[in-house]
């Protein structure tokens, strides 16, 4: 036996040492071969090794200078694949391939002026260049013209009318513009020409998801991992089309095969804990998502989820609530040390909501005394004590800042600041769940409830208490209308690993006819945050001010808005007569008949909460009484609201990428 065994282990040495040591022998020809053979299989990570020993043999080898640009763009590090690309450039003088391949990488990071410039020079000295004309085509997605895109596919499409790669991208431009027909009718030419293709099946059912055809989208998905079993992406797409269709076991058990693949696959992780919170295992998915947010701590997405389960589904002392609330009161020290007020702010609550009775609500209340609240101030003191926060500095303040705002503007007309300061405005906040997902699944409705939280803080709109995911728009119009909403707002969201895009379509509830369109692009580091944040400030700058007369003594009134919501010395109001205004059929707006003004306010004193002014009727009789609101008195040829302009398609941006 030990005679055998050694036999065996000499032919295997006799066979491993020599083909090691030609391996090593060989010069760059042979490992730019093997990184060619690596490309063809999509390994990107061993291409680009095999390229770079082949360089440290051949330094000035162009090809494989070249081809590492490639690797280091198909794994989507940019600013790497950008100096070599450049270095591959200065090696092959006049090569436009490597000219095209700057200008796409240019246009992944961002710098669409550069990029512009190289497409321009390509094109100038070879008119069809096919790379070219799909760089000018992707400049133009970047740059938020869409519909220039399209010409340029379709007359290259005219000129090559064979090309997956053509027929694909001008399919996915159409789908992203609605014009689902169009999309459908190359998809389909691609799919008679390229039958075999397990692109072409993934891109179908990309398609087919994004106008809501399930079963079509799982059917093509399913072929496309027919033909390449291990394709990832198209299991990905098919774990959130079963998600989706309702399938949540089926999803789950996707995702654990993408799991297996790859154990720092967060957006897995994230699909399987949403799967479970979907099929009611609360405690299964606030763990599953705890393991996704330690695989990827910055994914908004995945926090917010764990967030939400954990306020709805534990008990406010729950440990778990205050470990990661902490994350969220670490995060806003850091901003308050460098003075972003409104990032601290915002971290401070989504920390208290999580864990309220945490003392550093103190924190939170010292940045609210410094931006000028001490009403706000003293009540977030007073809440602590009631909690038995409470130290010796703490009820020192209170004393303090009490007798401080004693001959404040609300103490001298009696009323509670917090208790009478109500939102005037009732907007429902809804995903529909025709909307394709293609990196995060159920991303609008993830962003629905992020814009919901923010929109807690707003002092004159109310978010309504209603289901987010609604099936489809009819079923949200329904629900807003019979809920009392003045408005709904239609939450969807585009993304890639790097970009997102939310766009929020506002709608009358009474009516169901379109309001308002605000879109939000941002890029980097916490961008759900910053878009949801936009997307909030367009809708609070497009309602009207309202407010409510409190309070009247003579000519003097009270009203329920002060500093904090715009109000100033010398702004004057219109007083309509309680219950008559109405809301626009159509756009936003109030309307009022002229003989509902029954006076006007001018604003005096705007306290921090409140604010009281001069009363004038109007007309002989005084018909002006306490509960009749206030509107802001507009302005002769006031201009109309601008539409936010529709920011480029990142998920469109990403899955054209991925075609090169």
Request: proline letters at 1%; glycine letters at 14%; charged letters at 20%.
């Given at each position: 036996m030990r005679r055998a065994v050694k036999y065996v282990l000499c032919v295997l040495c006799l066979w491993v040492i020599p083909e090691n040591l030609a391996a090593q022998s060989q010069g760059p020809a042979y490992w730019y071969g093997k990184g060619l053979d690596s490309m063809i299989a999509e390994d990107w990570y061993t291409a680009a090794e095999s390229f770079i020993e082949c360089l440290r043999l051949s330094p000035a080898h162009a090809e494989a200078t070249a081809a590492l640009a490639e690797c280091y763009y198909d794994l989507g590090e940019f600013d790497e694949a950008l100096l070599w690309v450049r270095k591959a450039r200065a090696l092959a003088r006049g090569s436009m391939q490597m000219a095209n391949l700057e200008a796409f990488t240019l246009i992944a990071l961002g710098k669409l002026d550069d990029a512009s410039k190289v497409v321009n020079d390509v094109l100038s000295r070879e008119p069809y260049n096919k790379e070219a004309l799909f760089a000018a085509a992707e400049l133009d997605i970047a740059q938020g013209r869409a519909g220039d895109a399209v010409i340029r596919y379709r007359e290259a499409v005219r000129r090559f009318p064979d090309d997956r790669r053509l027929l694909i991208s001008l399919a996915l431009v159409l789908g992203s513009l609605g014009d689902v027909q169009g999309a459908r009718s190359y998809i389909d030419r691609a799919l008679l020409q390229h039958p075999d293709d397990y692109r072409v099946h993934y891109y179908a059912s990309y398609l087919a998801s994004q106008g809501n055809r399930i079963a079509d989208a799982v059917y093509y998905a399913e072929q496309a991992l027919y033909y390449r079993p291990g394709y990832t992406p198209a299991r990905s797409l098919l774990a959130s089309l079963r998600y989706r269709g309702g399938q949540y076991e089926e999803a789950a058990r996707l995702a654990d095969e993408l799991i297996a693949g790859n154990r720092d696959n967060a957006q897995a992780w994230y699909l399987k804990g949403m799967a479970y919170s979907r099929l009611g295992r609360n405690a299964d998915a606030i763990s599953i998502l705890s393991t996704a947010a330690v695989v990827d701590p910055n994914d908004e997405f995945i926090r917010s989820a764990l967030e939400e389960l954990l306020i709805s589904n534990t008990r406010v002392e729950d440990p778990r609530r205050g470990n990661w609330a902490s994350w969220h009161f670490g995060r806003a020290r850091d901003f308050r040390s460098r003075n972003l007020v409104e990032q601290a702010l915002f971290e401070y609550r989504r920390g208290l909501r999580l864990n309220p009775y945490a003392s550093d609500r103190r924190e939170y209340a010292d940045l609210l005394r410094i931006q000028g609240y001490p009403a706000r101030f003293l009540e977030e003191l007073r809440f602590m004590q009631d909690l038995?926060?409470?130290?010796?500095?703490?009820?020192?303040?209170?004393?303090?800042?009490?007798?401080?705002l004693g001959n404040a503007l609300f103490r001298r007309w009696g009323v509670d600041p917090v208790a009478v300061s109500k939102p005037h405005w009732q907007v429902a906040v809804f995903s529909?769940?025709?909307?394709?997902?293609?990196?995060?699944?159920?991303?609008?409705?993830?962003?629905?409830?992020?814009?919901?939280?923010?929109?807690?803080?707003?002092?004159?709109?109310?978010?309504?208490d209603l289901e987010l995911r609604q099936p489809s728009f009819s079923a949200?119009?329904?629900?807003?209308?019979?809920?009392?909403?003045?408005?709904?707002?239609?939450?969807?969201?585009?993304?890639?690993?790097?970009?997102?895009?939310?766009?929020?379509?506002?709608?009358?509830?009474?009516?169901?006819?379109?309001?308002?369109v605000f879109n939000a692009y941002r890029t980097g580091g916490d961008r759900l945050r910053y878009a949801g944040r936009n997307i909030v400030d367009q809708l609070a700058g497009a309602l009207p001010f309202r407010a409510e007369l409190l309070s009247r003594r003579q000519a003097q009134g009270?009203?329920?808005?002060?500093?904090?919501?715009?109000?100033?010395?010398?702004?004057?109001?219109?007083?309509?007569?309680?219950?008559?205004?109405?809301?626009?059929?159509?756009?936003?707006?109030?309307v009022y008949a002229p003989d509902d003004i029954v006076g006007t306010m001018t604003i005096e004193s705007a306290d921090e909460?409140?604010?009281?002014?001069?009363?004038?009727?109007?007309g002989f009789f005084d018909r002006i009484a306490e509960g009749d609101e206030l509107f802001l008195v507009p302005e002769e040829k006031e201009d109309p609201l601008p539409e936010s302009p529709a920011p480029a398609d990142p998920e469109l941006r990403a899955l054209l990428r991925t075609l090169r």
């Open positions: 038995g926060l409470g130290d010796k500095n703490l009820n020192d303040a209170v004393e303090s800042y009490n007798a401080l529909v769940a025709g909307q394709s997902a293609f990196f995060h699944a159920d991303a609008g409705a993830a962003g629905a409830a992020y814009i919901k939280d923010l929109l807690v803080h707003e002092r004159n709109i109310a978010p309504m949200a119009f329904r629900t807003a209308r019979e809920g009392g909403a003045d408005y709904f707002l239609i939450l969807s969201v585009l993304e890639n690993d790097r970009d997102i895009s939310v766009k929020g379509e506002l709608f009358v509830a009474r009516t169901g006819a379109s309001a308002a009270l009203i329920d808005k002060g500093r904090a919501d715009g109000v100033g010395n010398g702004a004057v109001y219109h007083v309509v007569r309680k219950g008559s205004a109405g809301i626009l059929n159509e756009g936003i707006g109030v909460e409140v604010s009281a002014g001069t009363l004038a009727r109007n």
